[in-house]
């Protein structure tokens, strides 16, 4: 993947706003890649936990955008109890997600899910699924 | 809990009275809101959780004991929020006008503890009734009770608290690699292919160490591995089905409790055959 990185990209928006929302320092990461050896989703993203961060602080939103990896992350934090520098990848990943959300772009309609899958589901599967998927 | 995971409270309810401890349910509770809000500026659904906390503390109640693992996530981490950024505690205070000011005073613990630290694996040995020799299970925790750090209950890499529970209730733990990684959680509602994959490599390795059962703790942990078991079964003709129990079922057992209390009914596939054959259930 070749992407252009510029001193203009670093200080976006973007990058305000994911260190806003997720209060974490993006430089502190090193790219070690323990997150993404620890996540148990990593074999279903397109991108890696370590990529994604890699991305973000650098401000290349529209590639973080075509992936799906922050939609498959389940937020189980096996990448934010061992990280070695203390980075709350989660956060991240969460701040990711609602900046999307927040433009009213829905990851799922909840139509979508079946009547009967509607009656089965624990209610915090529905409860914790729409507020994550969901604007 | 009071509609898809009554095999869940039931027992909980019916062990506790056994064990002495009388739980009362909070008034007016609320649905916490399932997930901790994990942005800085989202402090709207913080109010969820907190107002489960003032409930307890109106009550004159010091603590509050959770049986859901994700109604415990939320709930603890929601009450750390509330006792160490004064700033945000302050907007919260004073957004929930009519409610009573809290600042976290109430502690939030999950059922697991209260039987460790508060009546004692030695304890709850003397009161099984019913030791559960010979059943192999593997303790499942999934994610929730124990991450992130500062609200585990117990050791984050190596937990002991399900083992020792086991133990306590003549159980033969089966230690697994897989016990603490995710199922997927509410990855089901969009992705769920990816559940069953998650479920295949968690049961297998879980039947690979020796188990026979998986005891767990979480409602969406046990819909997950549940559901993943049935497409599991679906493709592979060879995979053999676990039965997948409550903590709580398990306690009412070994405590002598009767089917009523375990509702051994409402759990995936068939868990009273492999009871049956280990002469635990008649």
């Known amino acids: 993947m070749s992407v252009t990185i510029s001193p203009k990209r670093l200080r976006s928006e973007f990058v305000k706003k994911v260190k806003e929302l997720s209060g974490q320092n993006l430089q502190l990461c090193y790219q070690c890649g323990i997150c993404s050896g620890n996540c148990p989703a990593a074999s279903n993203m397109d991108l890696s936990p370590r990529q994604i961060i890699e991305l973000a602080r650098l401000g290349l939103e529209e590639e973080i955008a075509k992936s799906k990896t922050v939609w498959i992350c389940a937020s189980c934090l096996a990448c934010t109890v061992n990280c070695p520098r203390g980075f709350d990848l989660s956060k991240m990943m969460e701040a990711i997600r609602l900046l999307t959300l927040r433009k009213n772009i829905d990851y799922m309609r909840p139509e979508d899910i079946s009547p009967q899958e509607r009656c089965e589901l624990p209610q915090i599967a529905m409860v914790s699924g729409l507020r994550k998927f969901t604007g | ?118 009546i004692g694996w030695e304890a709850l040995a003397q009161k099984v009734k019913l030791p559960l020799w010979e ?85 969406l942990c046990d819909y997950n591995l549940g559901q993943g078991q049935k497409e599991l079964m679906k493709k592979h003709n060879e995979f053999k089905e676990m039965p997948l ?38």
């Open chain 2, 135 to 219: 059943l192999k299970v593997a303790p499942y925790y999934g994610c929730t009770l124990l991450r992130p750090r500062e609200i585990a209950i117990d050791n984050v890499e190596n937990p002991t608290i399900l083992r020792e529970f086991l133990g306590a209730l003549g159980a033969t733990p089966v230690d697994f690699p897989e016990s603490t990684r995710c199922c997927g959680s509410y990855q089901i509602i969009s992705n769920p292919d990816n559940i069953s994959e998650y479920a295949s490599d968690i049961l297998n390795s879980a039947l690979s160490h020796g188990a026979e059962a998986l005891v767990l703790t979480c409602p």
């Open chain 2, 245 to 282: 129990f409550y903590f709580t079922q398990l306690l009412a057992l070994a405590l002598g409790l009767d089917s009523q209390a375990c509702r051994f009914e409402l759990n995936y596939g068939n868990p009273e055959l492999l009871l049956r054959e280990k002469g635990l259930l008649s």
């Open chain 2, 1 to 118: 809990m009071k509609t898809k995971a009554k095999n869940l409270e039931d027992p909980a309810i019916a062990s506790m009275e056994v064990l002495g401890v009388k739980l009362e349910e909070i008034p007016r509770w609320n649905c916490c809101g399932a997930v901790y809000s994990l942005s800085e500026d989202d402090l709207i659904h913080q109010v969820a959780p907190v107002r489960n906390l003032i409930r307890a503390k109106e009550q004159g109640r010091d603590k509050l004991a959770t049986l859901c693992a994700f109604c415990f996530n939320t709930l603890k981490r929601a009450n750390l929020l509330m006792r160490e950024n004064a700033e945000k505690r302050n907007t919260i205070n004073s957004f929930m006008d009519e409610e009573i000011d809290y600042g976290g005073e109430v502690k939030v613990v999950h059922l697991l503890e209260v039987l460790r630290d508060e």
